[in-house]
């Protein structure tokens, strides 16, 4: 018990000098200490880790009924008067920003984890953002990206490896789900090493920052076999998950007006929903209109709409995935795609765009997709947008964002009834992708 207890104490004393030396910029200190000790300690009270601790020492010292960092913060008093006394209240204020900047570098580079929450529920891009710096917030915004890139890449290789021996395969034949495969867990615990953890499940509040997460609620299968509630102004799966509520409308409009700017086209739409964006593209009075829609309960409510009842609509009851290779197969061509699923991570939509437009766009037509990637905080939200914008060019589109104001919505108003507010944001980067020409 005695051990245990000096094991305890000389933990403690480890990830206080870490914070603090992370906070004072002290990159000698800090490599030494990341030789024995980690990047991803946490500081028990206020759940900073070193790269909390590192762009928190870039504001002005709190008050002192603020709560401190376990006696860290009256160092860092200590630091910014000696700064002082050097004359750095103007002129050095630019050189404690870049110091940030290395020292937030080198713990990313000892495999800081770029999405950890504080106590605040903050990661470290929040609190950049938060605090106006802008150079650190893109530093933990390409951290980001690096990591869901290098995921997405792992996640192929792993899949690859599933299909050479065969024992991955599901009944039908196509590689098998691969979630919970030995390969998985491996590649997490790779990405750990390298403080590239999508995933965190650490933290004082247990709080989770995934990207995939925030995007994909729930499994699909257990989505479509599942009873959702429908009203005037929202969708609701049965764990009062929003699928799509009436504050989308403008967006809507928006996406409509750009994809289908006249009449006569040759519009593809997947996921009816509330039919907000068919109705406005049915509105433009196209020459074909595709929509695919998997819920039962949804196609119901359209077989009995009379406006979906017209020689020019076409509507195919299935999972995309089923659908989509006999519209190939059959020749058909559009001028317009819009894509916006339920319970589908961001795969579905990079497989989507990666495999099947190509084979579904005409030469010179547009194509967008409801872009709620990681919604639910700014990061997240900036992260996906470049991974986007990468995967796109890869697969061989252009892609133009078009920003559109999001009004304000109060938690007891838009919200009332929805288990998590999917939206958090006040623009929407609205795409509009094209081939490359």
Same mark, same amino acid.
């Given at each position: 018990?005695?051990?245990?207890?000096? @094991?305890?104490?000389?933990?403690?004393?480890?990830?206080?000098?870490?914070?603090?030396?992370?906070?004072?910029?002290?990159?000698? !200190?800090?490599?030494?200490?990341? @030789?024995? *000790?980690?990047?991803?300690?946490?500081?028990?009270?206020?759940?900073?880790?070193?790269?909390?601790?590192?762009?928190?020492?870039?504001?002005?010292?709190?008050?002192?009924?603020?709560?401190? $960092?376990?006696?860290?913060?009256?160092?860092?008093?200590?630091?910014?008067?000696?700064?002082?006394?050097?004359?750095?209240?103007?002129?050095?204020?630019?050189?404690?920003?870049?110091?940030?900047?290395?020292?937030?570098?080198? $713990?990313?580079?000892?495999?800081?984890?770029?999405?950890?929450?504080?106590?605040?529920?903050?990661?470290?891009?929040?609190?950049?953002?938060?605090?106006? #710096?802008?150079? $650190?917030?893109?530093?933990?915004? +390409?951290?980001?990206?690096?990591?869901?890139?290098?995921?997405? &890449?792992?996640?192929?290789?792993?899949?690859?490896?599933?299909? %050479?021996?065969? %024992?991955?395969?599901?009944?039908?034949?196509?590689?098998?789900?691969? %979630?919970?495969?030995?390969? !998985? +867990?491996?590649?997490?615990?790779? $990405?750990?090493?390298?403080?590239?953890?999508?995933?965190?499940?650490?933290?004082?509040?247990?709080?989770?920052?995934?990207? !995939?997460?925030?995007?994909?609620?729930?499994?699909?299968?257990?989505?479509?076999?599942?009873?959702?509630?429908?009203?005037?102004?929202?969708?609701?799966?049965?764990?009062?998950?929003?699928?799509?509520?009436?504050?989308?409308?403008?967006?809507?409009? @928006?996406?409509?007006?750009?994809?289908?700017?006249?009449?006569?086209?040759?519009?593809?739409? =997947?996921?009816?929903?509330?039919?907000?964006?068919?109705?406005?593209?049915?509105?433009?009075?196209?020459?074909?209109?595709?929509?695919?829609?998997?819920?039962?309960?949804?196609?119901?409510?359209?077989?009995?709409?009379?406006?979906?009842? =017209?020689?020019?609509?076409?509507?195919?009851?299935?999972?995309?995935?089923?659908?989509?290779?006999?519209?190939?197969?059959?020749?058909?061509?559009?001028?317009?795609?819009?894509?916006?699923?339920?319970?589908?991570?961001? !795969?579905? #939509?990079?497989?989507?765009?990666?495999?099947?437009?190509?084979?579904?766009? +005409?030469? *010179?037509? &547009?194509?967008?997709?409801?872009?709620?990637?990681?919604?639910?905080?700014? =990061?997240?939200?900036?992260?996906?947008?470049?991974?986007?914008?990468?995967?796109?060019?890869?697969?061989?589109?252009?892609?133009?964002?078009?920003?559109?104001?999001?009004?304000?919505?109060?938690?007891?108003?838009?919200?009332?009834?929805?288990?998590?507010?999917?939206?958090?944001?006040? %623009?929407?980067?609205?795409?509009?992708?094209?081939?490359?020409?």
């Amino acid at each position: 018990m005695e051990t245990d207890a000096v @094991r305890n104490h000389d933990r403690e004393l480890q990830t206080k000098c870490i914070l603090l030396a992370a906070s004072n910029h002290d990159l000698e !200190s800090l490599r030494h200490l990341l @030789r024995t *000790g980690s990047a991803n300690v946490q500081d028990s009270e206020t759940g900073f880790t070193p790269l909390h601790a590192a762009i928190a020492a870039c504001q002005p010292p709190p008050s002192s009924s603020e709560s401190n $960092l376990n006696g860290i913060e009256a160092d860092r008093d200590t630091l910014k008067e000696d700064r002082e006394s050097k004359g750095c209240d103007g002129g050095e204020k630019e050189g404690i920003l870049t110091a940030a900047a290395t020292t937030v570098k080198l $713990l990313l580079q000892n495999g800081a984890i770029w999405n950890d929450v504080d106590a605040n529920d903050e990661t470290p891009g929040c609190m950049a953002r938060r605090l106006g #710096l802008n150079e $650190l917030y893109e530093i933990m915004v +390409d951290a980001g990206v690096r990591a869901e890139m290098l995921l997405n &890449r792992l996640d192929g290789y792993q899949m690859l490896r599933g299909s %050479e021996d065969g %024992e991955d395969q599901d009944d039908e034949g196509s590689v098998g789900a691969v %979630e919970h495969s030995e390969d !998985s +867990d491996y590649n997490r615990s790779k $990405l750990l090493d390298l403080g590239l953890d999508l995933c965190p499940d650490r933290g004082p509040n247990e709080s989770t920052t995934s990207l !995939s997460d925030s995007y994909a609620p729930i499994d699909n299968t257990t989505y479509l076999s599942s009873t959702i509630s429908i009203h005037p102004t929202c969708l609701l799966d049965a764990s009062r998950n929003g699928i799509m509520m009436s504050w989308e409308t403008p967006i809507m409009k @928006r996406s409509a007006a750009i994809l289908a700017p006249s009449s006569g086209l040759r519009i593809l739409n =997947v996921g009816h929903g509330m039919g907000i964006i068919d109705t406005f593209f049915q509105n433009t009075s196209p020459a074909a209109h595709h929509i695919i829609e998997a819920h039962p309960s949804i196609l119901a409510q359209i077989r009995s709409n009379p406006a979906w009842s =017209v020689p020019t609509v076409t509507i195919h009851a299935g999972r995309w995935q089923d659908i989509v290779h006999n519209i190939i197969a059959q020749g058909q061509l559009f001028d317009v795609i819009y894509f916006d699923t339920f319970a589908e991570d961001y !795969s579905a #939509l990079r497989d989507f765009f990666s495999d099947f437009v190509i084979g579904l766009l +005409d030469e *010179g037509g &547009r194509w967008g997709f409801f872009n709620g990637l990681g919604a639910d905080r700014q =990061v997240c939200y900036d992260v996906y947008g470049k991974v986007v914008e990468m995967d796109l060019f890869e697969a061989g589109f252009d892609v133009e964002w078009t920003i559109v104001d999001v009004p304000e919505m109060k938690d007891g108003e838009t919200w009332d009834g929805v288990k998590k507010k999917y939206w958090t944001l006040r %623009e929407y980067r609205l795409p509009t992708c094209r081939f490359l020409a």
